[in-house]
């Protein structure tokens, strides 16, 4: 998937758009880096790494954001990016002896930050949710249901045929309805917060 | 965003499982806070402009400018220096015997030599940041005036030390070097602690001060030397009582 994805990076910088060209890191990093960490952070990486993962995405948009000239569109080219990122992300994470964390253990949290926690509580679950899936799936899913991407764009993005995105979003579907009963989170247990 | 033959999402069917489409309700509204992407949006407009490809080991720690020449520029850079050297060395033996003749200097020689030997006060500065951070680990060279290349009269050895302890910045490559030297903390903390020192020595005045600081701790720390942790974390949070890294450094500190 990683040389798949590095070709549509290539061959998003294949033809010039009027505006990209013109954008400097910092502009893009200011209109794109919310949705490229939501990405990120759904597709496996971890909140600790979470900073380091945008970095790595967006110290590649500077080293290349010269040569990108838009066949795709700069947030399709941003994703291509994520999802090669994200990728070696969980490959290193997984590597690793001890797990890291984003905030040191016993950090005191106030009574009044109760909605970041529950907050934080239904994105972990969705996070534990999906690790469940394999990495295919995962892009698929995340990308369709959080991203609100289309199914063709998903296809040429994961470098596989549009029948087979298809499935991989069912069988994801299926595997995360599964998990959701396995974990017993009942649908009065996720109150998310306003 | 929704492709015309695409299945209907989650969110729209009516029979999707509801705890689902809740949490993928949230996590749609998830982004980074505002702190974190201007904080990120910073550090890149402080980078220079970025290259095609990034630059070959031998050439990284220079100038970004010195990977895109053409072959020629190298070589004219190479003959000028040799240039220089060659000048420098006649001028030293010159400047040796006319040393061994008059043995004793004049005042204002003197006062010309020990000005143009210490650091200007720009410079001195400039440096006191990294060169304060680095106090617990080897001293750092001295760095000399950027002014004494143009002083009339300056020794020559101030001219040969100047190019060579005033690399331009580059955080790109400062970045890697510590990205490489967090990676390794976790298995292998001597390599951190020496990729901090090597980043030191290559960056003494770089962007990612800081940073270099809180793993060469952390590196010492998982080395068996907590003491010396202790004392270089103690050195840094006074020296950078607001920065973000204080906080973690004094949890670590209480629960080493």
């Keep these: 998937m990683a040389e798949h994805l590095w070709r549509v990076l290539m061959t998003a910088s294949a033809k010039t758009p009027p505006t990209a060209t013109r954008w400097s890191v910092g502009q893009v990093v200011r209109a794109h880096a919310g949705y490229v960490g939501r990405t990120l952070r759904y597709l496996g990486v971890a909140e600790a790494d979470l900073d380091d993962a945008c970095q790595e995405v967006f110290l590649v948009v500077h080293r290349r954001l010269s040569e990108f000239e838009g066949r795709a569109s700069i947030t399709t080219w941003l994703y291509a990016i994520c999802l090669r990122v994200a990728s070696a992300h969980r490959r290193r994470t997984a590597q690793r002896r001890e797990s890291t964390m984003h905030e040191p253990p016993d950090r005191p949290t106030g009574p009044t930050q109760e909605h970041v926690i529950r907050r934080q509580d239904a994105r972990s679950q969705l996070q534990k949710l999906l690790a469940d899936l394999d990495e295919d799936q995962r892009v698929v899913f995340v990308l369709f249901e959080i991203e609100e991407r289309s199914m063709t764009e998903i296809a040429e993005l994961a470098g596989c045929p549009l029948q087979t995105a298809y499935y991989r979003l069912h069988a994801a579907r299926k595997q995360l309805e599964k998990g959701l009963r396995r974990s017993g989170v009942a649908p009065s247990d996720v109150v998310v917060p306003s | ?256």
């Design chain 2, 1 to 256: 965003m929704n492709g015309s033959d695409d299945p209907p999402r989650l969110s729209e069917l009516s029979d999707a499982p509801s705890g689902l489409t809740d949490l993928l309700d949230e996590a749609k509204s998830d982004q980074l806070s505002d702190d974190r992407i201007e904080a990120l949006a910073a550090f890149f407009d402080g980078l220079p402009p970025g290259g095609s490809e990034a630059p070959p080991p031998e050439a990284q720690g220079r100038p970004p400018t010195a990977t895109t020449q053409a072959p020629t520029a190298g070589l004219r850079v190479g003959v000028k220096l040799g240039m220089a050297a060659f000048a420098v060395g006649v001028v030293g033996i010159g400047g040796w015997f006319i040393s061994r003749r008059v043995p004793a200097p004049q005042p204002s020689d003197t006062a010309a030599t020990s000005s143009a030997l210490a650091p200007s006060a720009s410079v001195q500065a400039a440096s006191e940041e990294s060169a304060t951070a680095a106090s617990t680990a080897e001293p750092t060279a001295p760095i000399p005036s950027a002014t004494t290349s143009s002083t009339p009269g300056a020794p020559v050895g101030s001219k040969r030390r100047a190019p060579a302890t005033t690399p331009a910045p580059n955080p790109v490559e400062e970045h890697r070097l510590l990205r490489s030297a967090r990676a390794a903390l976790v298995t292998d903390p001597a390599r951190a602690k020496a990729l901090t020192d090597e980043h030191r020595r290559r960056f003494p005045r770089g962007v990612l001060t800081q940073e270099r600081e809180v793993i060469a701790i952390e590196a010492v720390r998982k080395l068996g030397n907590a003491k010396a942790a202790r004392s270089k974390a103690d050195a840094f949070t006074k020296r950078y009582p607001k920065s973000p890294h204080t906080k973690n450094l004094e949890h670590a500190k209480k629960n080493p």
